[in-house]
C-alpha cells in the first residue's frame, strides 16, 4: 500500500511513523522547507499521547527531547494554591508528562520517521486533491503530482483537505484567548511543577527548563489582537500591565528575555466529515482541540488510523472504522476543551467562585474526572505486512 501524508507536523510525522510500522510505503509532503528545529512556542505531551508514543517505539527519542514534569499546581488570581494533582496523567501513571519545544517535538518525530523509511518532501504545498477511480492524486503548488492508495491529511487548523472533503466544513473561530509564549531568568521556581495561574486576564502557565523559566500567557480578550506591527516590547508591556497584580507571573514577565509571536486561539465547530474513500483528516484538522491535548490527539489518531489501515479490508472500511473508534472520544476532548476555556476567560466573580470550589473540589474529585483522558490504551499493531 502507499500512502501520501499532507502536513509535517506532529500528526503527520506521527502518521508517517505509524504507516511504516505496519509497513505502508509512505511519502510527506510538508508546506515549509523547514518549521522544525529549537523553535517556536513549548508544549507539554500527556500520558495518552505518551503511550501512543510508545506503541510506535519513539518514547526514548521524544523523552529526550525535552524534561519529565510531575506535578501539575493552580494558583488563583490571589496567588493561592487551589489545586497540586499529577501532571497530564493518573497519580498511578509511571509515565510522567514531558515538555519541550514544539520544534524539537516535531523534528523528533520526523527523524523516527525517517528512521523507520518515510520519505518527507519540504517546501511542498498541497493545493488540490483528486480520487480516481484507484487511488487518489493531489497536485502541489507549482505543478509536481503524486498518487497513492490513500491519503492522510494532517494539515492544521487552516486545513485545506478538510474544505475538499466538505465545502460546507466550519471555518476556525477566534476563541477569545491569544496566546504569548517567553523565556525568563527569573530564579526560585521548582523544578518538575507545571504551574497554572487562573489570572484577572486569562491564564498563565510556567514551569522550570533548566536555568530558564518558560511561560505562556492565554490573554481573555474579546477583540482578536494584532498580531503583526507590534514589536516585542511594547507586547511584553501589555502583558505586564495585564498581569501586574499576579506576583508570580509579574516577576517572570519582568524577568523575561525573550518572546515568541503572538498565536491566535481558535475554535473550531465539529467537522462532521473526516473521511471518504480514501482520503481522511486527523488531527487539528478534523478536530482542534487546544493548548494540553492537541498534540498528544494528533499522536492518538495516526496510530489509530494505521491500525485500522492494517486490520480492514479495503482503505474505504479502515477509513469508516477508524471514524467510529475516534469519534466518541474526540467529542468528549471537544467538550473539556470548551471548559478549559472558559474557566480561562472568567470575570471577577465567576473567578472567585471558582476557585473557591477548586480548592474544596480538586484533592476529591480531579483524579477521578480526569482518569478518562489519560487511562486511555492505544491500539495495537501486529507485525508489519506488506499489502
Ligand atoms: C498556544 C498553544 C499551545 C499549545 N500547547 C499544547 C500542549 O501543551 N500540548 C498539546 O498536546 N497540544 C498543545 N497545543 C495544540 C497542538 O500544538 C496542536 O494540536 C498540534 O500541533 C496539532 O498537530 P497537527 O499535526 O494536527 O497540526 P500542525 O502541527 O498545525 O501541523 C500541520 C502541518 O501541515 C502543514 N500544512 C498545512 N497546509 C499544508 C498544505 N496545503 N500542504 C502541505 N503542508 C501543509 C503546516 O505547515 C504544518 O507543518 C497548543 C496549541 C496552541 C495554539
Redesign the pocket.
Known amino acids: 500500500m502507499r500512502a501520501i501524508v ?9 502518521a508517517a511513523l505509524a504507516l511504516r510500522r505496519i509497513g505502508v510505503d509512505v511519502t510527506v ?4 522547507e523547514d ?1 522544525a528545529g529549537d523553535v517556536g ?6 500520558a495518552n ?1 505518551l503511550r501512543a508514543v510508545d506503541a510506535l517505539g519513539g518514547l526514548a527519542a521524544v523523552r529526550a527531547a525535552g524534561f519529565e514534569i510531575e506535578r501539575q499546581r493552580m494558583w488563583s488570581a490571589g496567588g493561592m494554591l487551589i489545586g497540586d494533582v499529577a501532571r497530564g496523567r493518573r497519580a498511578s501513571d509511571t509515565l510522567h508528562s514531558v ?1 519541550m519545544l ?1 520544534g524539537r517535538l ?1 523534528a523528533t518525530l520526523r527523524a523516527a520517521a525517517t528512521e523507520a523509511g518515510a520519505t518527507i518532501v519540504t517546501g ?4 488540490h486533491v483528486e480520487e480516481t477511480g484507484t487511488g487518489v492524486l493531489a497536485t ?2 507549482g505543478g509536481r503530482t503524486d498518487t497513492a492508495d490513500v491519503l492522510v491529511a ?8 478538510r474544505a475538499h472533503l466538505d465545502p460546507a466544513a466550519p471555518l476556525p473561530q477566534y476563541a477569545g484567548l491569544f ?1 504569548v ?1 517567553g523565556v525568563s531568568q527569573l530564579d526560585g521556581v521548582d523544578p518538575g511543577v507545571f504551574n497554572l495561574t487562573f489570572a484577572r486576564n486569562g491564564a498563565f502557565l510556567h514551569l522550570r527548563a533548566g536555568a530558564e523559566v518558560w511561560w ?1 500567557a ?1 490573554v481573555s480578550s474579546p477583540v482578536t489582537p494584532a498580531r503583526r506591527g507590534i514589536d516585542d516590547a511594547t507586547r511584553l508591556q501589555e502583558l505586564s500591565r495585564l498581569y501586574c497584580d499576579e506576583a508570580v507571573p509579574a516577576a517572570i514577565l519582568a524577568a523575561t528575555t525573550s518572546l515568541q509571536p503572538t ?1 491566535i ?2 475554535v473550531l465547530d465539529p467537522v462532521t466529515t473526516w473521511h471518504s474513500d480514501r482520503i481522511v483528516i ?5 478536530h ?11 499522536i492518538e ?1 495516526a496510530l489509530a488510523l494505521a491500525a485500522a489501515l492494517q486490520a480492514a479490508p479495503s482503505v474505504a472500511e479502515a477509513l469508516r472504522r477508524y471514524d467510529a473508534d475516534r469519534r466518541p472520544r474526540i467529542t468528549k476532548v471537544l467538550g473539556t476543551a470548551e471548559d478549559n476555556r472558559n474557566a480561562k476567560r472568567s470575570g471577577p466573580l465567576k473567578r472567585r467562585l471558582q476557585a473557591a470550589m477548586m480548592r474544596i473540589f480538586v484533592p476529591m474529585v480531579y483524579e477521578k474526572a480526569t482518569a478518562w483522558l489519560y487511562a486511555y490504551e492505544p491500539a495495537k499493531l501486529a507485525a508489519p505486512d506488506r499489502r
Open positions: 499532507i502536513g509535517g507536523g506532529v500528526g503527520g510525522a506521527t509532503y510538508e508546506a515549509y518549521p512556542a513549548w508544549i507539554s505531551l500527556a499521547g515538555s514544539r516535531v511542498a504545498r498541497l493545493g502541489f503548488e494532517a494539515d492544521g487548523l487552516w486545513s485545506t483537505v496566546s509564549s505562556s492565554q498565536t486561539m481558535h486527523i488531527g487539528d484538522a478534523a482542534p482541540v487546544g493548548a494540553g491535548q492537541g498534540a498528544s490527539m494528533a489518531d
